[in-house]
């Protein structure tokens, strides 16, 4: 994406080798005698002074070592005759000989001893002898270590952006086989300068094994001999709005390639997103990646480059054991070489013709010179002997040929700095191997920034984020109904693929205003939402095939061979019960609904044609029958509503019919009221804001109208208009039974130019609370558990997130818009390139969220409007004391409510695998191709460890194996397993 110019600054440097100067330059000392023209009475025979300069590089002395240049300028007259120039510190000294010169000595050059001024100041004398004559300085010569340069060579990768997908993916691939060709051509060249080509990610790897099969063999040998460099992740993610399945499909195209090519692939390259999930960490470590390598992009990034840029260390996981060795140099093309690029790289952008693209980029020079770089560290109390600079010509651009002859080159002529063209694993493993043990270590997480774009386009996140959940409850239901049958791993893959380029940083192109890029490239994103979608749906309803009965088509009855059977199902390996909604069609036969005992069950039709019903005890990774016949429910609910008010057993809802806001959300245990009407006039606070003026505005006209009036269902509409909307429809229901209340805002939004945000207002009345909020593979507490450098103006979610003090609190879901705000609408910040916003460092304690559903901030890669209805849905659970497992189940039952399937038999599911520890939960059964194996994994949500006994209610399997490393079978274990706190395992169940 866009990014920053940098500055180089250039210092006058001087041949090889040429320690004496004249006016001419002419290279004198004792390698060239020359006779000494006679001199003229006017001639000033000695100078008057001489300034005495340090430079910040090291030449080759004549023994081959390197020695730092003073560089020596003679004032008020020049040096003619022979002289000596003496270098002495502490008890060593050298002799330089200078050898009379027709034209005069203006300055010279000497190299000081190998180990002066490379670690710590050192005071040297320098003396000049001419005759009798001599002038004396003492010199002090600042410390300049051994400095190494390692260069990371690579195009930074957006699937979209600069170009369509298609034309993107054809760079890419060319600069791979470019590449090899560039690397073959300089494999002879002195060891730094030999080129290497790093693909970032693996999907331009994965597309040209896909459709260029002839070339893979070749990418495979360029990748064992060192020429191709590959790293772990498939794509540039914002990994926190990742799931947690979705994580670990992010390197599943890597652990591939290393295993075809026996070379490492252990680094994680995250290019351009500022922040990413502490979640991340247990997932690297469980798949072998060691290392992470970030390059945020200095815009909307807020404190991400404050105080560790090129300072690595150790990033703890949430379980307290996972480990990774983490270092962010910098922005990418923190080298400069966007100066050279936004002249050969950038001119590309938007080509839409790809025989008109330059295969590499080749001028005959690169600016190399990275003194003022390693000048600027040496400076900064840095204590390391290194820096890492990203070379990148700009987003999406050829190779730049030109770079290991200019490395070659420098190298050649200056000692220190040295150049090392590089990959990701060179360069961390060097860090490990020489500071490992010296590094700090890190906990929590580096909140992203960039989640706000995923407000631009809120019906697609939806989506993206709803098919994460469906196809994971179609890998476990898979394992359910076919435990021993093989799986079609390949369209699981290809699913959770096109759900990881939901997630990918890109969406649309760098100028969204141009009609055919922005199109063409929106519509190539859309496309990747939409299939995520569909293929997610098919894969859910061919796991519950193996449920149903045949179909007779028109031979048969009319509503087909379901007879009214319902079979219900619950992928969590927990017990719970749930609303069951059936469509008028899978609802033909009445209004009533039995069990398999026969009998009836709470059930509702539904205003919308729909028929609601009560399923209760589901089995944990279980299954229940029941049936839809004549006739009307029986039962009487304790759901009821009077006018805006409504009630079950367990919670009292009011709503205000002058501002559709809810005043009274009371547990009725307790009789507490959990909604602050201090804040926003109570919850589900509708509020417009105007981009960086805080000028919120609620919305009007309201009008609350009762949709469902029970026994099962109480439902209320607030339709009302609001600025930058045709209108916001929200509706708060209640379930009988149901400790718990339902919200879906609609907003149909107008695609206004104007920069705007729309906002849910959630207050909630719990003084002294703490908040904890769920992200992949860990629980984080707000700023307790955030590095100072991550985001705190807005926060990505999972699933829930919870506000208590240590009587009482509330567990918040939001399921479809994954960004929320802590204590204020704090995410009013939409600026143009480069400028600043009011980034906040500190969050103070609060009970007050905010769901930031819609807007348009971004200025580049997100759409400028976004038109039609969108729903945003919500459920809020009243509580005691904070409870994790509470929360976290309540959250799973949301996000994946029981699943049905129209069929006549009971299935009668029996659990696969069942665990005794409540804190410890079943987040996957994936069954792999061969149909032999299952991998389950399991996290915990304790904070100490947890000794699960895992039992086989189906029957026993062959041999259970804990995988340490992927899914690769470890040792066999007796059933035990013990989780760490907050963390999880991967077992391979052999059937």
């Not at 904890?772 to 307790?784: A, L, Q, T, Y």
């Not at 191709?929 to 904070?943: M, Q, T, Y």
Request: glycine share 8%; with cysteine; net charge neutral.
């Amino acid at each position: 994406m866009k990014k920053i110019k940098y500055i180089v600054v250039m210092i006058l440097l001087f041949p090889p080798g040429l320690f004496c100067y004249a006016n001419a330059m002419k290279i004198v000392g004792n390698r060239k005698s020359v006779v000494p023209r006679q001199l003229s009475t006017n001639d000033t025979i000695f100078p008057g002074d001489m300034v005495c300069t340090v430079q910040p590089f090291y030449r080759y002395r004549k023994d081959g070592k390197p020695g730092r240049e003073v560089t020596i300028d003679f004032k008020n007259g020049k040096l003619y005759n022979n002289a000596q120039i003496e270098v002495r510190v502490s008890d060593k000294k050298e002799i330089t000989n200078l050898v009379a010169q027709k034209e005069g000595y203006t300055h010279c050059s000497v190299l000081l001893p190998t180990d002066i001024g490379v670690d710590k100041a050192s005071k040297v004398r320098v003396t000049l002898r001419q005759g009798n004559e001599k002038l004396i300085k003492t010199v002090l010569i600042p410390p300049m270590r051994h400095w190494n340069v390692y260069l990371y060579n690579h195009s930074h990768v957006d699937i979209g952006y600069t170009n369509i997908q298609k034309q993107v993916e054809l760079l890419h691939k060319t600069n791979i086989l470019e590449g090899i060709k560039l690397a073959e051509e300089t494999k002879d060249f002195p060891e730094g300068a030999r080129f290497r080509w790093n693909p970032e990610i693996t999907w331009p790897l994965e597309r040209l094994s896909k459709t260029m099969p002839g070339q893979w063999e070749g990418v495979l040998k360029a990748i064992k001999d060192g020429y191709l460099c590959a790293d772990a992740s498939y794509l540039n993610l914002n990994t926190s709005v990742c799931s947690d399945e979705e994580l670990f499909h992010a390197f599943s195209f890597s652990r591939k390639l290393q295993e075809l090519t026996g070379k490492p692939i252990d680094v994680f390259q995250q290019m351009d997103v500022p922040g990413m999930s502490w979640g991340l960490v247990p997932v690297l470590a469980q798949e072998g990646v060691r290392y992470i390598m970030a390059w945020p992009n200095p815009d909307r990034s807020g404190f991400a480059h404050k105080d560790i840029d090129q300072r690595p260390f150790w990033w703890v996981g949430p379980d307290g054991k996972s480990k990774i060795l983490f270092l962010q140099p910098g922005g990418y093309g923190n080298s400069g070489s966007f100066d050279k690029g936004g002249k050969t790289g950038r001119p590309w952008f938007g080509q839409r013709n790809p025989d008109k693209m330059p295969t590499v980029i080749r001028t005959g020079s690169a600016n190399v010179n990275f003194v003022s770089n390693v000048t600027s560290m040496e400076k900064a109390d840095y204590p390391f002997d290194f820096i890492v600079l990203s070379w990148s010509l700009w987003d999406n651009s050829p190779i730049d040929a030109d770079i290991p002859d200019a490395v070659k080159a420098w190298n050649k002529e200056y000692a220190y700095p040295h150049i090392i063209i590089s990959g990701g694993h060179e360069i961390m493993e060097m860090i490990e191997k020489k500071y490992g043990d010296k590094l700090p270590v890190v906990k929590g997480d580096y909140t992203e920034y960039w989640t706000d774009g995923l407000g631009s386009a809120a019906r697609y996140t939806a989506l993206n984020r709803n098919a994460k959940e469906r196809l994971l409850q179609a890998e476990t239901l898979w394992s359910m109904l076919r435990p021993g049958k093989p799986a079609p791993r390949n369209d699981f893959d290809e699913a959770w693929r096109y759900i990881s380029l939901g997630s990918e940083h890109t969406w649309g192109s760098e100028n969204p205003s141009e009609p055919y890029f922005f199109n063409a490239i929106w519509k190539g994103k859309q496309h990747y939402f939409q299939e995520a979608n569909d293929r997610s749906q098919e894969m859910f309803d061919e796991a519950l095939a193996p449920a149903t009965g045949k179909s007779e088509g028109a031979l048969g009855p009319e509503d087909g061979p379901a007879k009214g059977g319902i079979a219900v199902f619950n992928n969590h390996s927990w017990k719970h019960g749930g609303l069951v909604t059936l469509s008028p069609a899978e609802s033909t036969k009445g209004d009533r609904v039995i069990d398999e005992q026969g009998n009836e069950v709470l059930a509702q039709r539904l205003s919308t044609g729909e028929l609601v019903f009560m399923a209760s005890d589901v089995p944990a990774l279980g299954s229940r029958h029941y049936r839809v016949v004549p006739g009307r429910c029986t039962l009487t609910g304790d759901c009821k509503v009077n006018q805006t008010v409504m009630e079950n057993s367990q919670v009292r809802v009011e709503i205000n019919p002058r501002s559709g806001d809810i005043t009274q959300l009371v547990c009725l245990s307790t009789g507490n009221n959990l909604a602050d009407i201090n804040v926003n006039g109570g919850l589900n606070a509708f509020r417009w804001i105007p981009a960086n003026v805080y000028h919120p505005k609620a919305d009007s006209d309201i009008v609350i109208s009762q949709v469902e009036s029970g026994p099962l269902v109480v439902e209320l509409n607030v339709k009302s208009k609001g600025e930058g909307c045709r209108s916001i429809n929200r509706s708060v229901r209640l379930v009988a039974g149901q400790p718990s209340v339902e919200i879906a805002n609609t907003v149909d939004k107008l695609p206004l130019l104007a920069k705007d945000g729309i906002h849910f207002g959630f207050g909630f009345n719990v003084p002294q609370s703490k908040a904890r909020v769920d992200i992949p593979w860990g629980i984080m507490e707000v700023e307790k558990d955030q590095w100072p450098q991550g985001n705190r103006n807005w926060i990505a979610m999972q699933r829930w997130l919870d506000v208590s003090n240590d009587k009482q609190g509330v567990t918040w879901c939001s399921l479809d818009a994954p960004v929320f705000e802590y204590g204020s609408m704090s995410a009013n910040i939409s600026l143009s390139f480069g400028a600043k916003g009011p980034w906040i460092s500190k969050l103070e304690p609060s009970s007050t969220i905010y769901s930031w559903a819609m807007n348009n901030h971004w200025y580049t890669n997100f759409p400028l409007t976004q038109d039609g209805p969108v729903t945003f849905r919500y459920s809020i659970l009243p509580h005691g004391a904070y409870d994790a497992v509470a929360a976290n189940h309540f959250g799973m039952e949301q996000a994946q409510p029981l699943a049905h399937v129209a069929t006549n038999n009971d299935p009668k599911v029996k659990p696969f695998i069942a665990i005794d520890n409540e804190k410890v939960y079943l987040t996957i059964m994936k069954s792999l191709a061969d149909g032999k194996d299952i991998i389950v994994r399991l996290r915990s949500l304790s904070d100490k460890p947890e000794n699960v006994k895992l039992s086989f209610p189906g029957g026993a399997p062959k041999s259970v194996h804990i995988c340490k490393v992927e899914e690769k079978a470890g040792d066999e274990i007796n059933g035990n397993v013990t989780v760490l706190p907050y963390g999880f395992v991967t077992l391979r169940v052999e059937l």
